[in-house]
Protein backbone atom coordinates (compact mmCIF):
# COMPACT_ATOMS: atom_id res chain seq x y z
CA UNK A 1 0.00 0.00 0.00
CA UNK A 2 1.62 3.46 -0.94
CA UNK A 3 2.39 5.82 1.96
CA UNK A 4 0.32 8.83 2.91
CA UNK A 5 -0.27 11.40 4.78
CA UNK A 6 -3.18 12.09 6.90
CA UNK A 7 -3.82 15.56 9.16
CA UNK A 8 -5.04 14.39 12.54
CA UNK A 9 -5.58 17.17 15.39
CA UNK A 10 -3.63 15.97 18.92
CA UNK A 11 -3.84 18.12 21.75
CA UNK A 12 -5.12 20.74 20.75
CA UNK A 13 -2.17 20.73 17.36
CA UNK A 14 -2.68 19.65 13.94
CA UNK A 15 -0.09 16.91 12.38
CA UNK A 16 0.34 15.52 9.55
CA UNK A 17 1.15 11.74 9.93
CA UNK A 18 2.81 9.69 6.92
CA UNK A 19 2.22 6.10 6.63
CA UNK A 20 0.68 3.40 4.94
CA UNK A 21 -2.35 2.80 7.01
CA UNK A 22 -5.96 3.72 6.76
CA UNK A 23 -6.67 7.81 7.09
CA UNK A 24 -10.17 6.02 9.84
CA UNK A 25 -7.69 3.74 11.63
CA UNK A 26 -5.11 6.78 12.40
CA UNK A 27 -8.28 9.22 12.95
CA UNK A 28 -8.94 6.32 15.70
CA UNK A 29 -5.39 6.23 16.80
CA UNK A 30 -6.10 10.21 17.17
CA UNK A 31 -8.60 10.22 19.13
CA UNK A 32 -8.40 7.38 21.25
CA UNK A 33 -4.99 9.44 22.43
CA UNK A 34 -6.62 13.03 22.77
CA UNK A 35 -9.00 11.17 25.06
CA UNK A 36 -6.83 9.78 27.06
CA UNK A 37 -4.81 13.70 27.32
CA UNK A 38 -8.37 14.66 28.12
CA UNK A 39 -8.59 12.61 30.89
CA UNK A 40 -5.02 13.40 32.39
CA UNK A 41 -6.10 16.93 32.23
CA UNK A 42 -9.10 16.64 33.91
CA UNK A 43 -6.90 15.60 36.93
CA UNK A 44 -5.94 17.79 39.81
CA UNK A 45 -2.53 19.13 39.36
CA UNK A 46 -1.45 17.51 36.36
CA UNK A 47 -1.57 21.13 34.29
CA UNK A 48 0.36 22.09 37.21
CA UNK A 49 3.56 19.71 36.03
CA UNK A 50 6.05 20.66 33.80
CA UNK A 51 5.62 19.27 29.96
CA UNK A 52 7.69 16.49 29.96
CA UNK A 53 6.10 14.89 33.36
CA UNK A 54 3.00 15.40 31.43
CA UNK A 55 4.17 13.79 28.52
CA UNK A 56 5.72 10.99 30.47
CA UNK A 57 2.47 10.66 32.48
CA UNK A 58 0.47 10.07 29.09
CA UNK A 59 2.81 7.49 28.06
CA UNK A 60 2.49 5.75 31.00
CA UNK A 61 -0.84 5.65 31.23
CA UNK A 62 -0.92 4.74 27.46
CA UNK A 63 1.72 1.94 28.37
CA UNK A 64 -0.61 1.03 31.20
CA UNK A 65 -3.83 0.68 29.00
CA UNK A 66 -1.76 -1.30 26.35
CA UNK A 67 -0.17 -3.98 29.31
CA UNK A 68 -4.07 -4.12 30.28
CA UNK A 69 -5.18 -4.89 27.10
CA UNK A 70 -2.35 -6.97 26.18
CA UNK A 71 -3.05 -9.22 29.42
CA UNK A 72 -6.50 -8.67 29.21
CA UNK A 73 -6.10 -10.56 25.43
CA UNK A 74 -3.58 -13.30 27.12
CA UNK A 75 -6.47 -14.17 29.96
CA UNK A 76 -9.01 -14.56 26.86
CA UNK A 77 -6.18 -16.16 24.84
CA UNK A 78 -5.50 -18.52 28.22
CA UNK A 79 -9.75 -18.64 28.35
CA UNK A 80 -10.01 -19.97 24.80
CA UNK A 81 -6.87 -22.26 25.63
CA UNK A 82 -8.60 -23.53 28.74
CA UNK A 83 -11.80 -24.30 27.24
CA UNK A 84 -10.14 -25.65 23.82
CA UNK A 85 -8.88 -28.04 26.20
CA UNK A 86 -11.36 -28.73 28.58
CA UNK A 87 -13.72 -29.80 25.19
CA UNK A 88 -10.61 -31.27 24.03
CA UNK A 89 -10.88 -33.44 27.80
CA UNK A 90 -15.26 -33.93 27.22
CA UNK A 91 -14.29 -35.01 23.27
CA UNK A 92 -12.02 -37.70 24.64
CA UNK A 93 -14.13 -38.73 27.95
CA UNK A 94 -16.95 -38.64 25.52
CA UNK A 95 -15.29 -41.46 22.60
CA UNK A 96 -13.93 -43.20 25.72
CA UNK A 97 -17.47 -43.72 26.89
CA UNK A 98 -18.52 -44.42 23.59
CA UNK A 99 -15.93 -46.62 22.86
CA UNK A 100 -16.94 -48.57 26.98
CA UNK A 101 -20.39 -48.61 25.47
CA UNK A 102 -19.44 -50.25 22.67
CA UNK A 103 -17.27 -52.57 24.51
CA UNK A 104 -20.59 -53.20 27.05
CA UNK A 105 -22.61 -53.80 24.06
CA UNK A 106 -20.69 -55.96 23.05
CA UNK A 107 -20.21 -57.94 25.96
CA UNK A 108 -23.77 -57.89 26.26
CA UNK A 109 -24.68 -59.44 23.21
CA UNK A 110 -21.35 -62.04 24.01
CA UNK A 111 -23.05 -62.76 27.40
CA UNK A 112 -26.78 -63.19 25.64
CA UNK A 113 -25.07 -65.76 23.23
CA UNK A 114 -23.41 -67.65 25.89
CA UNK A 115 -27.01 -67.40 27.67
CA UNK A 116 -28.21 -68.73 24.85
CA UNK A 117 -25.79 -71.73 24.47
CA UNK A 118 -26.38 -71.85 28.33
CA UNK A 119 -30.13 -72.55 27.46
CA UNK A 120 -29.30 -74.61 24.83
CA UNK A 121 -27.07 -76.85 26.72
CA UNK A 122 -29.37 -76.94 29.74
CA UNK A 123 -32.05 -77.95 27.18
CA UNK A 124 -30.49 -80.64 25.37
CA UNK A 125 -29.02 -81.91 28.76
CA UNK A 126 -32.85 -82.04 30.24
CA UNK A 127 -33.74 -83.54 26.58
CA UNK A 128 -30.95 -86.39 27.52
CA UNK A 129 -31.43 -86.73 31.37
CA UNK A 130 -35.15 -86.70 30.00
CA UNK A 131 -34.24 -89.74 27.22
CA UNK A 132 -32.10 -91.28 30.07
CA UNK A 133 -34.83 -91.43 33.00
CA UNK A 134 -37.01 -93.19 30.39
CA UNK A 135 -34.21 -95.52 28.95
CA UNK A 136 -33.69 -96.42 32.66
CA UNK A 137 -37.31 -96.56 33.41
CA UNK A 138 -37.91 -99.39 30.83
CA UNK A 139 -35.10 -100.95 31.61
CA UNK A 140 -35.77 -101.49 35.20
CA UNK A 141 -39.53 -102.62 33.81
CA UNK A 142 -37.59 -104.67 31.37
CA UNK A 143 -35.44 -106.32 34.20
CA UNK A 144 -38.05 -106.34 36.15
CA UNK A 145 -40.66 -107.99 33.52
CA UNK A 146 -37.68 -110.71 32.24
CA UNK A 147 -36.64 -111.27 36.07
CA UNK A 148 -40.38 -111.90 37.01
CA UNK A 149 -41.25 -114.20 34.19
CA UNK A 150 -37.60 -115.81 34.53
CA UNK A 151 -38.72 -116.60 38.65
CA UNK A 152 -42.13 -117.56 37.64
CA UNK A 153 -40.41 -120.41 34.81
CA UNK A 154 -38.63 -121.30 37.18
CA UNK A 155 -40.52 -122.00 40.23
CA UNK A 156 -43.33 -123.81 37.41
CA UNK A 157 -40.59 -125.59 36.28
CA UNK A 158 -38.83 -126.47 39.82
CA UNK A 159 -42.72 -127.37 40.86
CA UNK A 160 -43.34 -128.98 37.99
CA UNK A 161 -40.30 -131.32 38.47
CA UNK A 162 -40.93 -132.00 42.10
CA UNK A 163 -44.59 -132.82 41.37
CA UNK A 164 -43.31 -135.36 38.74
CA UNK A 165 -40.74 -136.68 40.89
CA UNK A 166 -43.01 -137.08 43.70
CA UNK A 167 -45.62 -138.58 41.65
CA UNK A 168 -43.01 -141.53 40.04
CA UNK A 169 -41.29 -141.47 42.90
CA UNK A 170 -45.57 -142.01 44.50
CA UNK A 171 -45.79 -144.80 41.32
CA UNK A 172 -42.25 -146.69 41.81
CA UNK A 173 -43.52 -146.92 45.71
CA UNK A 174 -46.96 -147.97 44.76
CA UNK A 175 -45.62 -150.53 42.18
CA UNK A 176 -43.47 -151.83 44.13
CA UNK A 177 -46.25 -152.20 46.82
CA UNK A 178 -48.87 -153.94 44.68
CA UNK A 179 -45.96 -156.00 43.37
CA UNK A 180 -45.16 -157.39 47.10
CA UNK A 181 -48.37 -157.80 47.82
CA UNK A 182 -48.63 -159.60 44.13
CA UNK A 183 -45.70 -161.46 45.21
CA UNK A 184 -47.29 -161.76 48.56
CA UNK A 185 -50.51 -162.87 47.67
CA UNK A 186 -49.07 -165.31 44.93
CA UNK A 187 -46.94 -166.67 47.78
CA UNK A 188 -49.73 -167.32 50.20
CA UNK A 189 -51.87 -168.82 47.16
CA UNK A 190 -48.63 -171.32 46.47
CA UNK A 191 -48.27 -172.15 49.74
CA UNK A 192 -52.12 -173.13 50.36
CA UNK A 193 -51.63 -174.50 46.92
CA UNK A 194 -48.58 -176.11 48.41
CA UNK A 195 -49.63 -176.73 51.65
CA UNK A 196 -48.15 -179.68 51.52
CA UNK A 197 -44.63 -178.30 51.32
CA UNK A 198 -43.02 -177.68 54.01
CA UNK A 199 -43.46 -174.53 55.88
CA UNK A 200 -39.59 -173.86 56.04
CA UNK A 201 -40.08 -173.39 52.36
CA UNK A 202 -43.07 -171.26 52.49
CA UNK A 203 -41.39 -168.70 55.14
CA UNK A 204 -37.62 -168.44 53.22
CA UNK A 205 -39.24 -167.35 50.10
CA UNK A 206 -41.64 -164.86 51.89
CA UNK A 207 -38.50 -163.60 53.80
CA UNK A 208 -36.80 -163.24 50.06
CA UNK A 209 -39.53 -161.78 48.71
CA UNK A 210 -39.97 -159.35 51.68
CA UNK A 211 -36.27 -158.69 51.61
CA UNK A 212 -36.30 -157.97 47.68
CA UNK A 213 -39.36 -155.78 48.71
CA UNK A 214 -37.36 -153.72 51.16
CA UNK A 215 -34.94 -153.33 48.76
CA UNK A 216 -36.74 -152.38 45.91
CA UNK A 217 -38.29 -149.79 48.56
CA UNK A 218 -34.95 -148.63 48.90
CA UNK A 219 -33.98 -148.26 45.67
CA UNK A 220 -37.08 -146.58 45.22
CA UNK A 221 -35.97 -144.03 48.29
CA UNK A 222 -33.26 -143.46 46.88
CA UNK A 223 -34.67 -142.67 43.58
CA UNK A 224 -36.68 -140.01 45.63
CA UNK A 225 -33.61 -138.93 47.31
CA UNK A 226 -32.23 -138.62 43.78
CA UNK A 227 -35.01 -136.57 42.87
CA UNK A 228 -35.03 -134.29 45.56
CA UNK A 229 -31.04 -133.53 45.39
CA UNK A 230 -32.33 -132.38 41.74
CA UNK A 231 -34.67 -130.67 43.49
CA UNK A 232 -32.07 -129.09 45.33
CA UNK A 233 -29.98 -128.10 42.20
CA UNK A 234 -33.41 -126.41 40.96
CA UNK A 235 -33.59 -124.53 44.00
CA UNK A 236 -30.41 -123.73 43.64
CA UNK A 237 -30.60 -122.73 40.18
CA UNK A 238 -34.02 -120.61 41.45
CA UNK A 239 -31.51 -118.68 44.20
CA UNK A 240 -28.84 -117.82 41.41
CA UNK A 241 -31.98 -116.74 39.11
CA UNK A 242 -32.45 -114.55 42.30
CA UNK A 243 -28.83 -113.64 42.75
CA UNK A 244 -29.13 -112.49 39.47
CA UNK A 245 -32.45 -110.18 40.06
CA UNK A 246 -31.05 -108.78 42.94
CA UNK A 247 -27.34 -108.10 40.28
CA UNK A 248 -30.20 -106.32 38.40
CA UNK A 249 -31.57 -104.43 40.77
CA UNK A 250 -28.41 -102.91 42.26
CA UNK A 251 -27.41 -101.80 38.05
CA UNK A 252 -31.45 -100.26 38.53
CA UNK A 253 -29.47 -98.41 41.64
CA UNK A 254 -26.97 -97.32 39.53
CA UNK A 255 -28.18 -96.43 36.36
CA UNK A 256 -30.32 -94.03 39.67
CA UNK A 257 -27.29 -92.95 40.87
CA UNK A 258 -26.23 -91.74 37.58
CA UNK A 259 -29.87 -90.26 36.64
CA UNK A 260 -29.44 -88.16 40.44
CA UNK A 261 -25.68 -87.19 38.80
CA UNK A 262 -27.76 -86.33 35.70
CA UNK A 263 -30.14 -84.40 37.63
CA UNK A 264 -27.39 -82.15 39.81
CA UNK A 265 -25.77 -81.46 36.60
CA UNK A 266 -29.08 -80.57 35.17
CA UNK A 267 -29.45 -77.89 38.38
CA UNK A 268 -25.84 -76.95 37.91
CA UNK A 269 -26.22 -76.00 34.52
CA UNK A 270 -30.05 -74.01 35.62
CA UNK A 271 -28.04 -72.21 38.03
CA UNK A 272 -25.14 -71.22 35.47
CA UNK A 273 -28.11 -69.79 33.39
CA UNK A 274 -29.30 -68.25 36.40
CA UNK A 275 -25.94 -67.11 37.52
CA UNK A 276 -25.69 -65.84 33.10
CA UNK A 277 -29.13 -64.37 33.68
CA UNK A 278 -28.42 -62.41 36.66
CA UNK A 279 -24.81 -61.16 34.66
CA UNK A 280 -26.95 -59.97 32.40
CA UNK A 281 -28.92 -57.85 34.31
CA UNK A 282 -26.08 -56.74 35.80
CA UNK A 283 -24.65 -55.98 32.07
CA UNK A 284 -28.07 -54.09 31.52
CA UNK A 285 -27.32 -52.08 34.75
CA UNK A 286 -24.13 -50.71 34.03
CA UNK A 287 -25.55 -50.04 30.37
CA UNK A 288 -27.84 -47.96 31.65
CA UNK A 289 -25.50 -46.28 34.00
CA UNK A 290 -23.11 -45.75 31.17
CA UNK A 291 -26.15 -44.15 29.22
CA UNK A 292 -26.65 -41.74 31.94
CA UNK A 293 -23.14 -41.32 32.27
CA UNK A 294 -23.54 -40.33 29.11
CA UNK A 295 -26.39 -38.25 29.20
CA UNK A 296 -24.30 -36.11 32.00
CA UNK A 297 -21.73 -35.22 29.59
CA UNK A 298 -23.93 -34.02 27.02
CA UNK A 299 -25.43 -31.73 29.45
CA UNK A 300 -21.84 -30.68 30.59
CA UNK A 301 -20.59 -30.10 27.07
CA UNK A 302 -24.00 -28.61 26.33
CA UNK A 303 -23.67 -25.88 29.41
CA UNK A 304 -19.61 -25.48 28.36
CA UNK A 305 -21.13 -24.76 24.83
CA UNK A 306 -24.05 -22.61 26.58
CA UNK A 307 -21.07 -21.19 28.54
CA UNK A 308 -18.99 -20.28 25.63
CA UNK A 309 -21.58 -18.33 23.26
CA UNK A 310 -22.87 -16.41 26.57
CA UNK A 311 -18.49 -15.65 27.31
CA UNK A 312 -18.32 -15.25 23.45
CA UNK A 313 -21.65 -12.88 23.23
CA UNK A 314 -20.65 -11.10 26.23
CA UNK A 315 -17.06 -10.65 24.38
CA UNK A 316 -18.54 -9.30 21.32
CA UNK A 317 -20.72 -7.37 23.07
CA UNK A 318 -17.56 -5.58 25.38
CA UNK A 319 -15.99 -5.54 22.05
CA UNK A 320 -19.46 -3.40 21.24
CA UNK A 321 -19.32 -1.42 23.56
CA UNK A 322 -15.69 -0.35 23.37
CA UNK A 323 -16.60 0.82 19.69
CA UNK A 324 -19.05 2.79 20.24
CA UNK A 325 -17.61 4.44 22.99
CA UNK A 326 -14.64 4.93 20.70
CA UNK A 327 -16.90 5.94 18.03
CA UNK A 328 -18.55 8.44 20.28
CA UNK A 329 -15.39 10.00 21.85
CA UNK A 330 -14.14 10.42 18.23
CA UNK A 331 -17.71 12.38 16.92
CA UNK A 332 -16.86 13.83 20.10
CA UNK A 333 -13.55 14.88 19.21
CA UNK A 334 -14.57 15.68 15.40
CA UNK A 335 -16.76 17.50 17.00
CA UNK A 336 -13.93 19.23 19.14
CA UNK A 337 -11.78 19.60 16.07
CA UNK A 338 -14.58 21.31 14.07
CA UNK A 339 -15.57 23.56 16.32
CA UNK A 340 -11.86 24.43 17.16
CA UNK A 341 -11.23 24.38 13.31
CA UNK A 342 -14.18 26.78 13.31
CA UNK A 343 -12.44 29.44 15.86
CA UNK A 344 -9.26 29.68 14.75
CA UNK A 345 -7.89 29.76 11.23
CA UNK A 346 -6.14 26.38 10.47
CA UNK A 347 -2.82 26.77 11.00
CA UNK A 348 0.25 25.87 8.60
CA UNK A 349 1.97 22.84 8.27
CA UNK A 350 5.12 23.48 10.63
CA UNK A 351 6.80 19.87 8.94
CA UNK A 352 6.15 16.73 8.49
CA UNK A 353 5.45 14.21 11.39
CA UNK A 354 5.87 10.71 10.29
CA UNK A 355 5.56 7.02 12.52
CA UNK A 356 6.15 4.03 11.48
CA UNK A 357 3.60 1.52 11.50
CA UNK A 358 4.49 -0.29 14.82
CA UNK A 359 4.28 2.80 16.61
CA UNK A 360 0.55 3.54 14.62
CA UNK A 361 -0.44 -0.25 15.88
CA UNK A 362 0.43 0.77 19.73
Known amino acids: ?5 I ?5 GKVYSLGGSETEGYVQQIATYLNGKIFQL ?24 DYFKEKESAKALASDKESMEKETYRLKHEMVSTQMKLESLRNERTVSEEELETAKKAAKEAAE ?32 EQV ?20 RVESAEKAAQDRAARAEQTAREQAEAAKKEALEQIADAKKEANDFRGEAEVWKQDAEDQRLAVESSQSEIASLQDKLEILKQQLEEARQAATAVQTEKSQLEARL ?28 EESLQEAGAAREELAAVRQAQVEAYMKRKPFPKRQGTVELKDAILRL
Not at 136 to 159: F, L, P, S
Not at 167 to 182: G, P, S
Not at 292 to 308: D, G, H, M, N, P
Request: glycine share 0%; charged share 35%.
Open 128 to 159: QAEAAKNEVQAQIDRVKKEAQEQIEAVKKTAQ
Open 1 to 5: MAKQY
Open 41 to 64: KAQPGFLKMPEDYQSIMTYLNLAD
Open 288 to 315: MQTEQEKQSVKEQLSQLEQEKQTIKKDL
Open 7 to 11: DVLID
Open 163 to 182: ESARKEAQEQIERAKREVQE
